[in-house]
């Protein structure tokens, strides 16, 4: 990452700051020891990445003039480090340009700002962490493997017996049971020069028919006489092309 270039990772509009006591031993620190009701200053908060530099800078939230800087070297750390009875305020280590430290007491509005504000300064550190291991890795030289065969070297590949049998299978064409079979279902024709096998057909009972019916339908249709149209009309008063009765 460029030296010169600022990332703004986080901003929360109104944060308060606090005078602390002087620090009497390594015991946590407790935000009920503050005048938690009576800031001693307002203002606005911005979290800033600049390479693998961290800064926590504080100003005003009109004219944007800077109040303080706290540099962030790690997380969580000295520099800023969470009280021990609530999760709404930190101990923020202020910086001057001189180098000179200073310890404040550091609140938000509510915990979802606080949340912000962790997070804000792991996702910092975390990508910080995550270059450098990127950064050893391509400086490392890359292990080239050689995977040709040598001379005189050989590989065997096992089959297996279902893939062997499979083919002879295939080769030995298809099983007995379907041959004769078409693809609808039914029986295919002889192969040429084969003997078909005899078949016996059996005769069907010849019909009963009434033989009083029979004689009445002759009866009926007896006195009809068809006119052939090759033969003359007997007479003038018989039509031609009728039948007579």
Known sequence: MAEDYERISLVKPEVFIYQIPPRASNRAVRAADWNLESPDWKGRLRVVSMGEKCLVKLEDKISGELFAVCPVDNFPGIAVEPVSDSSRYFLLRLQDPSGQN??????FEDRGDAFDFNVSLQDHFKMVKKEQDLAVESSQPVEHKDYS?????????????????KDEEEKSGPKQSLIGLSASGGLLPPPAGATPAPRTLQSAPAPAHN?????????????????????????????????QF
Do not use: C, Y
């Open 102 to 107: 200073a310890f404040v007491g550091l609140g």
């Open 149 to 165: 065969l040598k001379a005189g070297q050989k590989i065997q590949i096992n089959l297996g017996k279902k893939v062997l049998q």
């Open 211 to 243: 033989s009083q019916s029979t004689q009445s339908k002759s009866d009926d249709w007896g006195d009809f006489s068809v006119f052939d149209s090759s033969s003359k009309p007997k007479s003038s008063g018989e039509g031609s092309g009728w039948v």
